[in-house]
């Protein structure tokens, strides 16, 4: 591979990008879902105080740890990798945010006057996969523990909603809408779709 080529070769230029270069191979790792090569670099960038704030790694280790746990065929594996995606992790020195922490993390900045799109879309990113992270912890837990989950990821999104009613605009807005009856669909089966109004139905409850 071209990247691991480079760190190979090392030297004061390449040394420059090494954390760059480490986040793009831990990208590529994930999407091939060699995990411990992915890993290994994401430990190696937040495992050093100064890179910890680097939004752009934090949430690269939050992709990391949610295809990591979506694609384990070990059940316990997996709930495990997705508690990191949703709660976070510090341990050896090395800092993960998670979903949770991320969305946190950049609440403020997200919300200031100042506050760019894509701070914003940060945001919403990271409140729509912890549900979503939820949702797959759920699919690999027993039943009754798979129904309190999925009330938690339901609970995730009604929240974010009534908060901030757009949600970062009409795409996302639409994946927030697609989860939550995915989501009100696993709760209640039986379900008609024109019952399960998703986000529609959060208004309706309200003006009731």
């Known amino acids: 591979m071209v990247y691991e080529s480079l760190l190979k070769t090392g030297g004061e230029e390449i040394k420059k990008y090494e954390s760059t270069i480490r986040l793009k191979l831990a990208s590529v790792y994930r999407e091939l879902g060699e995990w411990d090569e992915a890993k290994g670099h994401l430990e190696w960038i937040l495992g050093d105080p100064k890179r ?3 939004l752009d790694a934090q949430t690269e280790a939050a992709k990391f740890f949610q295809a990591a746990g979506e694609r384990n065929p070990d059940k316990s594996k997996g709930k495990e990798a997705l508690l990191i995606a949703i709660r976070g992790e510090q341990k050896s020195g090395v800092v993960f945010w998670g979903w949770g922490g991320l969305a946190n993390k950049v609440s403020r ?11 914003k879309k940060q945001f919403f990113e990271a409140r729509f996969n ?14 009754s523990e798979k129904q309190k989950l999925l009330e938690m990821a339901k609970k995730d999104i009604v929240l974010t909603y009534k908060l901030y009613p757009e949600l970062g605009g009409p795409d996302l807005k639409g994946q927030f ?3 939550l009856k995915e989501i009100q669909k696993e709760i209640d089966p039986a379900i008609a779709s024109k019952d399960n109004k998703g986000l529609a139905g959060i208004v309706d409850e309200e003006v009731q």
């Open 52 to 54: 910890i704030n680097w």
């Open 109 to 119: 900045q997200a919300f200031s006057p100042s506050a760019d799109e894509a701070i």
């Open 177 to 179: 809408d697609k989860l």
């Open 130 to 143: 912890v549900a979503r992270c939820r949702r797959s912890f759920a699919s690999m837990s027993s039943e």
